[in-house]
C-alpha cells in the first residue's frame, strides 16, 4: 500500500465565501442609488416588524369622532393622527405601517413560489431537452403570450378575490421568466468543461443539476427575483385596487387605494399616502436590483 | 520636414482601481514616404498611443505630450471640427479586427463613399466611380456588385480590403494600421501586407505598422521601435535591430523567432506584461530580464544614446553583450 | 429572411393554440355548475338544466367539445355575452377602437421622449443628466399607475381644472363612429369645439399609459447605445472624420435600434395590462375596463372571447414586430439569400 501525503499549501488569501461577498460588496457599494435602496429597504422590514410597537394606533380601529381629518400640517390636523384619518376615522399611519407587512408578505411569497417552482422547471427543461423540454417551454410561452395582470386577473376571477389567491395568480404569471432564464443559464453552463468532467468521473444527475450546475446559474436569477419582488408588489396592489386582491378592511396599499377612490377631490391625503408608499418601496427595490446586476453580471464587470 | 512628430506622449486612463498609465513617455518621428513599424506585446501600448494621436480614445483617457504635430499642424491645440477635417483624410488608420471594424448595419458602398462625401463633397456619380476604382485597387473582385454588400456577407481578408481602401479614399499622406494581419488566416496575411506595401509605394505616403509580429517587421519597415509595458525600450533602423539588438527585451523577442532559433527548445521569455497593480519599481522589464541585476531592481533606467537605439536600460547590449556591466554577477 | 418568418411562425402557430386551450379551459375551471354560469338564468329546473347542457355541449367528451370551440372560433364566434346577449366579437369591435386609440397615443408618447432621454443618457455617461434620466425612468418603471393617475385627476382636474375626469369626450358632442378613433372622427364630424375636447379627454389617460414603456424604452436605448458606443466601428465611424452627430445618430443609432425594437414590441402586452387599470380610472369606454367589469358581472363568456382576442392580438404585434426587427437587421434579412 502507498501512502500518498498531499502536500498542504497555505493560501493567504481572504476566505473564499468572505472575499466573494466583500468584493460583492464592493462593486455593489460603487452605485449610489443601490445603496439608498438597499437603506430603505431594511428601514421598511424593520418597520413590518415593529408595526405592533411602533404604531401609534389599531389598523381597524374606527375614531368616530375624526373622519376623513387631514394631516398635522394643515388646518384641522393633529398630531394624534400626524397623516390624517380615512373616511371612517382611521389613522392613515398606522395603516400604512400594517400595509408594508403585507406588501413584504407579498413580496416573499410570489419570489418564493416562482422562483423555486420556476427554477426546477427550467433545470428539468434544459437538463434534459427534448421532448420535455419543448412541452415546458411551450407551455410558458401560452403563458407570456397573456398581458400579466390581464392573466392574473382572470386567475383570481377563477380562484375567488382574496390576498391568497391574488398571490397564487401572480406567481403562476411571473414563473415562466424564472423557467426562461434558469433554462437559457443552464444551457451554457452544460456546455462548460466543468460540466463535462464532473460528468466523466460519474457525478449523478441530481447531483450535477443542483450542486454542479444551479450554483453557477444564480446571478441573473437574484437580479430577477429582485425584480419580480417589485413587480409582486405593484402587481398585487393594482389587483386590490380592481378589488380582486386583498379584500377590505386589510390595510393592503392597493386595497386603501381603492377605499379611498370616492374621496380623490375631496381628501388627497388618503388617496396620496397609500400610493407614496408603494411608489418608494418598489423604487427601493429596484434601485436595489439595478446595483444587484451591476454588481453580479460579469459582462458589466469593468 | 517629419510629417508626423510626437514627443514624450503619455496616456492614462482612469480605471476603478486608481489613474493607469498606457503608454509612458513615447516619441516617435515619421518622414513622409517611410514605413515605421512599432513593435510589442499586447499590453505593451503601442495603439493606444497611435489612438490617442487620432484622438479617438474613450473620455476617461487623459492624453499629454510636448509635441503632438502633424504637417507641423499641432493637434494639442487644434480644435475637435479642425481635427476631423484631418483625420479620415490626410491621416488614416485601419484596424486589427476587420469583422467588426465595418458597421453591420449599412452596405459596404455606403460606408465607403461616407469620407468622399464629407472630406472631398463629390456628388453620387462621382462617389460610385471612385468607390469602384478604390475597390478595384485594393483587389476586390467583382466591385460593382460588392458595394451593395453587406460586411457579414464577406471574408475577413475581404473586409479588411474595404478597411484599406476606405482608409486610402482620401489619398492620405500617413496610414496606420494597427496590427491589420492579426485576425486573419496565415495565407491572407501576406497577401494583405502586399497590398499595403504596393499601395504606399504608390500613393507615396507614410506608412506606420503596429504589429507584435517581428517577422512582418523584418518584411516590411525601415525603422523600427520597440515598445514594452507603455514605454519605448528601443529605436533602430531595420537591420541594426535584427543584427544588433541594443535592448534586452528586443534581443529576447529575436530569439524568440522560430527562423533564429538554433537550439531544440524554441526560447521565449517567461513571464507577462505587467499590469496597472504589479508595476516593478526600477526597470519595467527587470523581472523577466536575464541580465537584472539589483540596480535593475530599484532603479528606473534612463535612455542610452542615439547610437545605441536610445536603448532603455542600464547595461546596453553591444554584440550581444551588455556593455558597462557589474563583474561580481554572473549573467 | 423566410427561414427566419417560418421559424417565428413556427413557435406561434402552437403557442396560438395553447391559448385557445386556456381560454376554452378557463370557463370549466370556475368553480360551479358551467351550464348555470353560462346560462345567467336563476332557478333552473332539471329538465331546463339537461336541455341547456346538451345546447352548449358540456354532455360531449372534452375533447369533442375543445373541437367544438376550434369551430366556432374558426368561423368568427367567440361565444355571447351572457349580460347583453350580443356576440362577444361584436361587443370587443366596438370597444377596440378606444384602447387602440390610447394605446396608439400612449406609444408614441413612449417612443418619441424615451429613444432621445435615453440617447442623451448614454453619450453624457456619468454626468448629473444622465443620473436624472436614469433615476426619473427608474421611479417611471416603479410607478403604480393606477396611483399615478388618480394623483394627476387630482391635480390637473382637481387643483387647476384643466382636463376632464373621465371619458372620450364632452357629453356635448355626439357623431356616428366612423374610424372609431375619437381625434379623428370629432375632426369629420365638423363640429366647432370637439376635436380639443377629445384631445383633452385623451391627454391624462395617454400620459398614465405610457409610464412605464416610456421608463422601460428609456433604459433599454440608454444600455443598448451604451454598448454600440464601444463597438469597433464606431471607433471606425469616428477614424473616418465623421462628427458626433453623425457617429451616433446615424452609425450607432441604427445599430441601437435592433435591441430597442423588441423591448418596444414586448410593450405591447404592458400596454394591455396598463389599459385595465388606466380605462377602469379614467372612465375609459374600452377593452381593459370592459374585461374588469365582465369580470365582475360574472360574465365568462366575455372574459373568455376578450381573453383569447387580446393574446392574439398582442401574439400578433409581437409577430410583426419581428417582422420589422427582420427588416432593420441585414444580418437576418440576408441570412437565406
Redesign the interface.
Known amino acids: 500500500m502507498t501512502e500518498i501525503t498531499i502536500e498542504e499549501r497555505v493560501d493567504d488569501r481572504p476566505g473564499g465565501l468572505r472575499s466573494v461577498l466583500s468584493e460583492f460588496w464592493a462593486y455593489f457599494s460603487e452605485n449610489r442609488g443601490a445603496v439608498i435602496g438597499l437603506f430603505f429597504f431594511i428601514a421598511i422590514v424593520l418597520i413590518a416588524i415593529l408595526a405592533d410597537v411602533i404604531a401609534p394606533h389599531a389598523p381597524n380601529h374606527q375614531y368616530r369622532d375624526a373622519l376623513l381629518q387631514p394631516p398635522f400640517w394643515q388646518p384641522g390636523g393633529g398630531f394624534r393622527f400626524p397623516l390624517g384619518t380615512d373616511a371612517i376615522g382611521r389613522d392613515m399611519l398606522s395603516r400604512l405601517i400594517y400595509g408594508s407587512r403585507y406588501s413584504l408578505f407579498i413580496g416573499c411569497i410570489v419570489v418564493s413560489v416562482s422562483l423555486v417552482v420556476g427554477v426546477m422547471l427550467g433545470l428539468i427543461a434544459g437538463f434534459f431537452r427534448g421532448k420535455i423540454d419543448t412541452f415546458i417551454m411551450r407551455i410558458m410561452d401560452v403563458v407570456l403570450a397573456f398581458p400579466s395582470l390581464l392573466l392574473a386577473l382572470v386567475l383570481v376571477a377563477i380562484l375567488g378575490p382574496s390576498l391568497i389567491n391574488a398571490m397564487i395568480a401572480i406567481a403562476i404569471v411571473q414563473q415562466p421568466h424564472y423557467v426562461r432564464l434558469t433554462r437559457a443559464a443552464v444551457l451554457s453552463e452544460m456546455t462548460k468543461d466543468y460540466v463535462t468532467a464532473a460528468r466523466v468521473i460519474g457525478v449523478k444527475t441530481l447531483r450535477l443539476m443542483f450542486i454542479t450546475i444551479l450554483p453557477n446559474c444564480m446571478a441573473p436569477l437574484i437580479v430577477q427575483a429582485a425584480l419580480s419582488f417589485s413587480t409582486a408588489i405593484l402587481d398585487a396592489a393594482a389587483l386590490g385596487f380592481l378589488g380582486m386582491g386583498a379584500q377590505p378592511p386589510t390595510p393592503e396599499w392597493g386595497t386603501m387605494l381603492a377605499e379611498s377612490r370616492e374621496f380623490i377631490l375631496r381628501a388627497w391625503w388618503v388617496v396620496t399616502f397609500p400610493g407614496v408608499a408603494i411608489l418608494t418601496t418598489v423604487l427601493a427595490i429596484n434601485l436595489m436590483g439595478d446595483g444587484l446586476r451591476d454588481a453580479l453580471d460579469p459582462k458589466l464587470k469593468r | 520636414m517629419p510629417l508626423l512628430e510626437i514627443e514624450n506622449l503619455t496616456v492614462s486612463f482612469q480605471t476603478a482601481g486608481g489613474q493607469f498609465t498606457a503608454v509612458d513617455k513615447v516619441s516617435l518621428h515619421i518622414e513622409p514616404g517611410e514605413i515605421v513599424s512599432v513593435v510589442g506585446e499586447s499590453g505593451s501600448g503601442k495603439s493606444v498611443a497611435m489612438l490617442a494621436l487620432m484622438g479617438l480614445l474613450p473620455w476617461t483617457a487623459t492624453v499629454t505630450a510636448d509635441r503632438l504635430a502633424f504637417n507641423n499642424q499641432d493637434l494639442k491645440t487644434i480644435s475637435k471640427s479642425e481635427l476631423r477635417k484631418i483625420i479620415g483624410s490626410k491621416m488614416a488608420m485601419i484596424f486589427q479586427e476587420p469583422m467588426t471594424s465595418l458597421n453591420p448595419c449599412f452596405t459596404i458602398g455606403f460606408q465607403l463613399t461616407e469620407t468622399l462625401k464629407i472630406h472631398l463633397g463629390m456628388n453620387r456619380a462621382e462617389r460610385k466611380k471612385r468607390a469602384i476604382e478604390l475597390l478595384e485597387l485594393v483587389g476586390i473582385p467583382e466591385p460593382r456588385k460588392r458595394l451593395t454588400a453587406f460586411p457579414h456577407q464577406l471574408s475577413g481578408g475581404m473586409n479588411q480590403r474595404v478597411m484599406i481602401a476606405m482608409a486610402i479614399s482620401c489619398n492620405p499622406e500617413l496610414l496606420i494600421a494597427d496590427e491589420p494581419t492579426t485576425a486573419l488566416d496565415v495565407t491572407i496575411q501576406a497577401q494583405i501586407l502586399e497590398l499595403l506595401l504596393n499601395l504606399q509605394k504608390k500613393q507615396g505616403m507614410s506608412l506606420v505598422l503596429i504589429t507584435h509580429d517581428m517577422g512582418v517587421v523584418a518584411e516590411t519597415a525601415e525603422r523600427v521601435a520597440v515598445q514594452y509595458a507603455g514605454q519605448q525600450v528601443e529605436k533602430q533602423q531595420v537591420k541594426g535591430l535584427f543584427s544588433n539588438p541594443h535592448h534586452p527585451y528586443t534581443q529576447a523577442l529575436l530569439n524568440s523567432l522560430p527562423e533564429r532559433s538554433n537550439s531544440k527548445i524554441l526560447p521565449s521569455i517567461a513571464g507577462v506584461v505587467p499590469g496597472q497593480f504589479d508595476k516593478p519599481k526600477g526597470c519595467l522589464f527587470s523581472p523577466r530580464c536575464d541580465y537584472a541585476t539589483t540596480k535593475c531592481h530599484t532603479i528606473p533606467p534612463t535612455a542610452a544614446s542615439e547610437e545605441l537605439g536610445k536603448a532603455l536600460c542600464h547595461y546596453p547590449i553591444v554584440d550581444g553583450k551588455p556593455t558597462n556591466y557589474p563583474e561580481e554577477v554572473n549573467p | 429572411m423566410f427561414l427566419y418568418l417560418f421559424k417565428k411562425l413556427a ?1 406561434t402557430i ?3 393554440f ?2 385557445t ?2 381560454a376554452f379551459i ?1 370557463i370549466r ?3 360551479g355548475d358551467p351550464v348555470l354560469l353560462m346560462a345567467g338564468e336563476r332557478g333552473i329546473s332539471d329538465e331546463r338544466h339537461a336541455v341547456l347542457m346538451a345546447e352548449m355541449g358540456f354532455d360531449k367528451p372534452i375533447l369533442v367539445q375543445y373541437g367544438y370551440y376550434l369551430a366556432d372560433l374558426a368561423h368568427g364566434d367567440f361565444g355571447t355575452s351572457i349580460i347583453t346577449k350580443r356576440p362577444v366579437l361584436e361587443e370587443f369591435a366596438t370597444l377596440f377602437p378606444a384602447t387602440m386609440e390610447l394605446s396608439i397615443c400612449a406609444m408614441l408618447l413612449a417612443i418619441l421622449l424615451g429613444l432621445p432621454a435615453g440617447m442623451i443618457a448614454a453619450t453624457k455617461r456619468g454626468t448629473a443628466i444622465d443620473h436624472t434620466v436614469m ?1 426619473t425612468a ?2 417611471g ?4 399607475i ?3 393617475g ?2 394627476l ?2 391635480f390637473f ?2 387643483t387647476l381644472g384643466w382636463t376632464p375626469v373621465s371619458g372620450r369626450i364632452s357629453l356635448l358632442y355626439y357623431f356616428e363612429p366612423v374610424t372609431g378613433f375619437m381625434l379623428i372622427d370629432s375632426l369629420l364630424s365638423g363640429q366647432e369645439g370637439a376635436f380639443q375636447s377629445a384631445l383633452s379627454h385623451l391627454i391624462l389617460p395617454t400620459i398614465v399609459l405610457a409610464t412605464i414603456p416610456l421608463a422601460v424604452i428609456a433604459r433599454q436605448t440608454r444600455s443598448a447605445m451604451l454598448e454600440v458606443l ?4 464606431v ?9 458626433p452627430q ?1 457617429v451616433i445618430g446615424l ?1 450607432a443609432l ?2 441601437a435600434m ?1 435591441p430597442v425594437i423588441t423591448v418596444i414590441g414586448l410593450q405591447v ?6 389599459a ?2 388606466t380605462e ?1 380610472i379614467f372612465s375609459w369606454p374600452g377593452i381593459g375596463k370592459w ?2 367589469e365582465s ?2 358581472r360574472r360574465d ?1 363568456s366575455a ?1 373568455q372571447g376578450g ?1 383569447l382576442l ?2 392574439a392580438i ?2 400578433l404585434v409581437n409577430l410583426a414586430v419581428d417582422l420589422l426587427y427582420g427588416i ?4 437576418i434579412r ?1 441570412t437565406d439569400s
Open positions: 413557435v402552437p403557442t396560438f395553447g391559448v386551450l386556456v378557463f375551471l370556475l368553480p433615476t427608474l421611479a418603471y416603479s410607478m403604480p393606477f396611483w399615478w388618480l394623483l385627476i387630482i382636474s382637481g464601444s463597438e469597433d466601428y471607433r471606425t465611424a469616428r477614424a473616418k472624420g465623421l462628427g453623425r452609425h441604427r445599430n435592433i402586452g404592458v400596454l394591455f395590462a396598463g385595465i387599470l377602469t374585461m374588469v369580470i365582475f365568462y372574459v381573453l387580446i393574446a398582442v401574439m432593420i437587421n441585414p444580418q440576408h
